[in-house]
């Protein structure tokens, strides 16, 4: 049987509270990365963690997120059936070799470094730290998987510390070389990765065989693959946008106001990890009924606290933006006050997306954000050359509450649909 709701509050704030850790040791790293080196060292840096981030995320999260929804409801079936590991693993290891290729092309064309060594160096690097990366989560969505939430963030803990540490003993040790700090970044994060995937990889080779006439795996990895690109895509696209069209001063502005919206949504992993195992639990994946229960409920308990406090925020937004800005960026206030209304959407139908995987419709996912990602680049340019920064910011708000809203209704339709035809039938 499922764990009962308060075992699932329990996770999430297990997992709050390990990705605050997680998230603090990435800031200070980052600050003694800022402090310690050179502009050009510090950029390559950034640039490489990006890449490696960015690459490990948008090339592999369908991967790890099709085997975690696979792996808890396995667990919650009584670990019926082989683990998928194994398959995950290989499957995404592959992809961070296709990576390799093609980084080495990618370096060319953004012309990193000084020679064609250099490049093909960063490419190698950058894939070196994706591959870390993609371990690293893929080791934290197993213990996910098995209700293991407080090793799961203790994961994520290492990965921040292992950050930390090349940072530090960089600085203290006034290493300068940027290719050298690069590759014990990316070196360390890979050694984590391994280390944190080894017990689960022996376990999956000493284990039950896995089917192979099973191809659901690669064919639902793939459009989740889809869904995780244009889901990266989407979260950079408006500042890339501003940065292309505006000034320096509107992206300043922008990025500001995107950066105070971060924190706004600072608990959103936390109960996106714990909604994706909630919703592959067999209790839900076997009613329909329970998930249209589940959909409704959240946003009734939810909407009207989220807008409270959400509409406190952007209030209070005049009075404290200054305070950490100085006064520098006026703008930001507004743009931050507008983007709070999208987030309280997000909030208000967050499982919704966690529910389309349980109904397995991985394919209109991936449409539906990919169908997001071009119309708010279309509506934003349009509303940025027009408005300015704030232009970009109502457009962006606009067609993701469109977004979240259509989903949301979507997922309880079907769910809704399901259970009528399951009562008919009985």
């Known amino acids: 049987m499922p764990p009962a709701p308060a075992a699932f509050r329990r996770f999430f704030f297990s997992t709050l509270w390990l990705d605050i850790l997680s998230r603090g040791l990435s800031a200070i790293s980052l600050v003694v990365f800022v402090r310690g ?9 950034i ?6 981030q960015f690459a490990g995320s948008a090339l592999t999260g369908g991967v790890r997120t099709r085997y975690l929804r696979q792996e808890a409801e396995r667990v919650s079936r009584g670990a019926e059936g082989a683990s998928s590991f194994g398959r995950a693993l290989k499957t995404t290891l592959a ?5 390799a290729a093609a980084g080495v092309v990618a370096a060319e064309l953004l012309d990193v470094g000084g020679s064609a060594t250099q490049r093909v160096g960063f490419a190698l690097l950058a894939a070196v730290a994706s591959a870390g990366f993609a371990l690293i989560e893929l080791a934290m969505h197993h213990h996910q998987a098995h209700l293991r939430f407080t090793v799961a963030g203790l994961t994520g803990v290492l990965r921040g510390a292992a950050l930390l540490s ?11 070389d940027r290719v050298a700090i690069g590759a014990w970044l990316a070196g360390s994060l890979l050694v984590v990765g391994i280390a944190t995937c080894a017990p689960m990889a022996i376990e999956a080779w000493r284990g039950e065989p896995e089917p192979e006439d099973d191809d659901s795996f690669g064919s639902e990895s793939a459009w989740l693959t889809v869904y995780s690109g244009v889901s990266a ?5 408006s500042t890339f946008l501003v940065a292309a069209l505006l000034s320096e001063g509107d992206l300043a502005a922008y990025g500001a106001a995107i950066r105070y919206v971060a924190i706004v949504l600072g608990p959103a992993p936390a109960l996106l990890a714990v909604l994706r195992v909630r919703t592959s639990q067999s209790d839900v994946v076997d009613s329909a009924e329970r998930q249209a229960g589940f959909l409704v409920d959240w946003v009734k ?3 009207l606290p989220i807008a409270g406090v959400l509409a406190l925020a952007g209030l209070s937004a005049p009075l404290t933006v200054p305070l950490i800005d100085g006064g520098r960026y006026p703008d930001s206030i507004p743009i931050f006050q507008i983007l709070l209304v999208s987030t309280v959407f997000v909030y208000a139908t967050m499982p919704s997306i966690s529910l389309l995987m349980t109904q397995r419709r991985f394919r209109l996912l991936a449409l539906l954000y990919g169908g997001q990602l071009l119309l708010s680049c279309a509506a934003s340019v349009a509303a ?3 408005f300015g920064a704030i232009g970009v910011a109502v457009a962006t708000t606009a067609v993701a509450v469109a977004e ?3 989903v949301a209704l979507i997922a309880l339709r079907h769910s809704q649909r399901s259970a009528a035809l399951a009562r008919s039938s009985a």
Do not use: D, E, N
């Not at 090349?166 to 300068?176: I, R």
């Not at 895509?233 to 696209?237: D, L, S």
């Open 47 to 52: 640039l490489l963690q990006t890449v490696g």
């Open 95 to 99: 992809l961070i070799a296709v990576l």
């Open 37 to 45: 080196l050179s502009t050009s060292s510090f950029a390559y840096i």
């Open 384 to 386: 940025g050359l027009a």
């Open 166 to 176: 090349v940072a530090a003993v960089s600085s203290l040790g006034h290493v300068t």
């Open 404 to 406: 979240t809203i259509t």
């Open 301 to 303: 308990r939810t909407t």
């Open 233 to 237: 895509g989407y979260a950079y696209v």
